[in-house]
């Protein structure tokens, strides 16, 4: 998702963390969305005779988006 959001790569993560924030529901959305799509990719390499899949998530981050973005106000509610 944060390659959606930053428009690449990123050792901030501010708009990220940002969206996440301002935009918390349609988050859960894209994320949900982005996993179905993964698996049905990797299902359907498996049917397809694939012996060895591989996904490419490497970074997961958990942390207090609030506190990640230092008190921050969302200025851009509704913005998408």
Same mark, same amino acid.
């Given at each position: 998702?944060? #390659?959606? +959001?930053?428009? %690449? %790569? @990123? @050792? @901030? #993560?501010?708009?990220?963390? !940002?969206?996440? #924030?301002? /935009?918390?529901?349609?988050?859960? /959305?894209?994320?949900? !969305?982005?996993?179905? +799509?993964? +698996?049905? #990719?990797? $299902?359907?390499? +498996?049917?397809?005779?694939?012996? $060895?899949?591989?996904? @490419? ?14 008190? =921050?106000?969302? /200025?851009? =509610? %509704? =913005?998408?």
């Amino acid at each position: 998702m944060s #390659y959606m +959001v930053e428009g %690449g %790569g @990123t @050792t @901030t #993560y501010s708009k990220s963390k !940002r969206w996440l #924030y301002c /935009h918390a529901e349609e988050s859960k /959305h894209l994320l949900q !969305r982005i996993t179905d +799509v993964v +698996v049905q #990719y990797l $299902v359907l390499q +498996v049917a397809a005779g694939a012996q $060895v899949v591989f996904s @490419t998530v490497t970074f997961c981050c958990f942390y207090d988006l609030q506190e990640s973005l230092n008190g =921050k106000v969302c /200025h851009d =509610k %509704g =913005k998408r």
